[in-house]
C-alpha cells in the first residue's frame, strides 16, 4: 500500500474534524459581514438596485433574523429573536443586530462534535447539528454575493478584496 510522508500524517491528525473544521469559515464570513456593515455609509443602507430586490440594510437584517433561526436549531433551543431586523433601517441598529446574531451563534460552533452529530429536523428535514451549522455558514455566504455587488454598485471595496481573499 502507499506509505505517507511523516508530516502529512502528522497534518492529518492535526487537521480538525466536525465543528472544529468549519469554525474559520464561520470566522471569516463573521468578520466579512461586520466589515460589510460598518463600510457601507448609512446613507446607502435603504439602496437597492432595483425594487423587487432587498435594500442593503434588509440583507443584513435578513442575515442577523437568520442566524439566530439557524443557530437556534443547531443549539436546540427556541429561538430567541422576536426582532424583524430587515425591518431596522439605522445603520447602528443593523450592525448591533449582526454583532448580536453572531454572538448567539457562536457558542454553537463551539458546541462538542458528540452533540454536534445528534440529530435534529429544521426545514422539515432531519440532519445532524452540523448539517445546520454548515448550513447557516452556506446562507449567509449566499447573502455575502449581494453585499459584494451593493459595495460596488456604491463605489466601495468589499472586506474580502480588501484582505485578498
Given at each position: 500500500?502507499?506509505?505517507?510522508?511523516?508530516?502529512?500524517?502528522?497534518?492529518?491528525?492535526?487537521?480538525?474534524?466536525?465543528?472544529?473544521?468549519?469554525?474559520?469559515?464561520?470566522?471569516?464570513?463573521k468578520?466579512?459581514?461586520?466589515?460589510?456593515?460598518?463600510?457601507?455609509?448609512?446613507?446607502?443602507?435603504?439602496?437597492?438596485?432595483?425594487?423587487?430586490?432587498?435594500?442593503?440594510g434588509?440583507?443584513?437584517?435578513?442575515?442577523?433574523?437568520?442566524?439566530?433561526?439557524?443557530?437556534?436549531?443547531?443549539?436546540?433551543?427556541?429561538?430567541?429573536?422576536?426582532?424583524?431586523?430587515?425591518?431596522?433601517?439605522?445603520?447602528?441598529?443593523?450592525?448591533?443586530?449582526?454583532?448580536?446574531?453572531?454572538?448567539?451563534?457562536?457558542?454553537?460552533?463551539?458546541?462538542?462534535?458528540?452533540?454536534?452529530?445528534?440529530?435534529?429536523?429544521?426545514?422539515?428535514?432531519?440532519?445532524?447539528?452540523?448539517?445546520?451549522?454548515?448550513?447557516?455558514?452556506?446562507?449567509?455566504?449566499?447573502?455575502?454575493?449581494?453585499?459584494?455587488?451593493?459595495?460596488?454598485?456604491?463605489?466601495?471595496?468589499?472586506?474580502?478584496t480588501?484582505?485578498?481573499?
Amino acid at each position: 500500500g502507499a506509505t505517507v510522508a511523516p508530516e502529512a500524517a502528522a497534518q492529518q491528525q492535526a487537521s480538525p474534524g466536525g465543528v472544529a473544521a468549519i469554525v474559520p469559515l464561520y470566522n471569516r464570513v463573521k468578520d466579512l459581514y461586520i466589515r460589510s456593515a460598518e463600510l457601507m455609509p448609512e446613507e446607502h443602507y435603504g439602496f437597492q438596485p432595483i425594487s423587487t430586490v432587498r435594500t442593503y440594510g434588509q440583507v443584513l437584517g435578513h442575515v442577523a433574523n437568520e442566524n439566530y433561526l439557524f443557530c437556534s436549531a443547531a443549539r436546540g433551543e427556541k429561538n430567541p429573536n422576536a426582532a424583524d431586523f430587515e425591518q431596522t433601517t439605522s445603520k447602528a441598529a443593523l450592525v448591533r443586530a449582526l454583532r448580536e446574531s453572531f454572538a448567539y451563534c457562536d457558542p454553537g460552533y463551539a458546541m462538542s462534535e458528540t452533540r454536534a452529530l445528534e440529530e435534529v429536523t429544521f426545514f422539515d428535514n432531519k440532519g445532524s447539528r452540523l448539517w445546520v451549522l454548515i448550513f447557516n455558514i452556506t446562507h449567509d455566504s449566499e447573502h455575502y454575493g449581494n453585499v459584494v455587488t451593493y459595495l460596488r454598485m456604491k463605489g466601495l471595496v468589499p472586506p474580502s478584496t480588501q484582505s485578498g481573499m
